[in-house]
T-cell receptor, first 111, second 113 residues
Framework: GQSLEQPSEVTAVEGAIVQINCTYQTSGFYGLSWYQQHDGGAPTFLSYNGLDGLEETGRFSSFLSRSDSYGYLLLQELQMKDSASYFC????????????FGKGTTLSVSS | DAGITQSPRHKVTETGTPVTLRCHQTENHRYMYWYRQDPGHGLRLIHYSYGVKDTDKGEVSDGYSVSRSKTEDFLLTLESATSSQTSVYFCATAKRTGDETQYFGPGTRLLVL
């Protein structure tokens, strides 16, 4: 089988730092991506890790440890607009880009 | 943003009727995908296409078929809609092999009564 596990909900206050973890168990693995979705709208790409380590994009960073089948998304200097759902997704195939998504983490940021 | 549109945006239909959802892209992206999103399940891949007339099944393909006769259009057909197919359907595209970004359309809300 294949599964991606992430917390269903996370709450934080403005200005804080929050980490959303993702553990995966899949029959193939070529990388871990993160997507953001506001209020059921179109998901948007945030970051990708194909190799172990940390990738930084502004206030957002993503980490991958392939030996632990684990990654996380780190959001710093939280803002109210960061309230959204965040999905991790695994690319299983070397060719093509089909993704398997986790069930998503709802982040609520309060003032 | 990639130019991805979906039609219709909302649809109510009855059990047993055929339904076709259309995804149209103006970016000449090679790959196209159909996902469904349901509470508690996240996004699940239904079918995808890696070129004109080249398609493959995803996680939840039963009851769905797809066609891609030209680069810009990817159609999803529910041959005989069931209530379990009530969902939000998202189309997505990707430029080429190795490009990790998928671009999503605005979604289609389908209600099967």
């Amino acid at each position: 089988g294949q599964s991606l596990e992430q917390p269903s909900e996370v709450t934080a206050v403005e200005g804080a730092i929050v980490q959303i973890n993702c553990t995966y168990q899949t029959s193939g693995f070529y990388g871990l991506s993160w997507y953001q979705q506001h209020d059921g709208g179109a998901p948007t790409f945030l970051s990708y890790n194909g190799l172990d380590g940390l990738e930084e994009t502004g206030r957002f960073s993503s980490f991958l440890s392939r030996s632990d089948s684990y990654g996380y998304l780190l959001l710093q200097e939280l803002q109210m607009k960061d309230s959204a759902s965040y999905f991790c997704a695994v690319r299983k195939n070397q060719a093509g880009t089909a993704l398997i998504f986790g069930k998503g983490t709802t982040l609520s940021v309060s003032s | 943003d990639a130019g991805i549109t979906q039609s219709p945006r909302h649809k109510v239909t009855e059990t047993g009727t055929p339904v076709t959802l259309r995804c149209h892209q103006t970016e000449n992206h090679r790959y196209m995908y159909w996902y469904r999103q349901d509470p508690g399940h996240g996004l699940r891949l239904i079918h995808y296409s890696y070129g004109v007339k080249d398609t493959d099944k995803g996680e939840v393909s039963d009851g769905y078929s797809v066609s891609r006769s030209k680069t810009e259009d990817f159609l999803l057909t529910l041959e005989s809609a069931t209530s379990s197919q009530t969902s939000v359907y998202f189309c997505a595209t990707a430029k080429r092999t190795g490009d990790e970004t998928q671009y999503f359309g605005p979604g289609t809300r389908l209600l099967v009564l």
